[in-house]
Nanobody, 120 residues
Framework: QVQLVESGGGLVQAGGSLRLSCAAS????????MGWYRQAPGKQRDFVAR???????TYADSVKGRFSISRDNAKNTVFLEINSLKPEDTAVYFC??????????????WGQGTQVTVSS
């Protein structure tokens, strides 16, 4: 079994910053892409950022220049640095990982989400 656990969400004023973390644990052989999505109330889950095993990154246009994704491969952890927060960034943030297990199964795993609320 593999588990992803997010942390770091909270209530912050507009213009503030947060750092989200997501740690993967379990029977992991390797992790390919890791990423973040977010879902605002009443809306679909949207892509935010992705990072591959080599550190290459991709961002949604709406967060470019404000969000920064990174990872620690030794700790199977992905981070999302969120700066210049806006009220429209309010959402539940989910991490995801493309995992290869020790049994050579490959699958996509999701965390349970962490709430980010930005007050104006």
């Amino acid at each position: 079994q593999v588990q992803l656990v997010e942390s770091g969400g909270g209530l912050v004023q507009a213009g503030g910053s947060l750092r989200l973390s997501c740690a993967a644990s379990g029977s992991i052989l390797r992790i390919n892409n890791m990423g973040w999505y977010r879902q605002a109330p009443g809306k679909q889950r949207d892509f935010v950022a992705r990072i591959n095993e080599g550190g290459g990154t991709t961002y949604a246009d709406s967060v470019k220049g404000r969000f920064s994704i990174s990872r620690d491969n030794a700790k199977n952890t992905v981070f999302l640095e969120i700066n210049s927060l806006k009220p429209e960034d309010t959402a539940v943030y989910f991490c995801t990982a493309d995992i290869v297990s020790v049994s050579r199964a490959r699958f996509n795993s999701w965390g349970q989400g962490t709430q980010v609320t930005v007050s104006s």
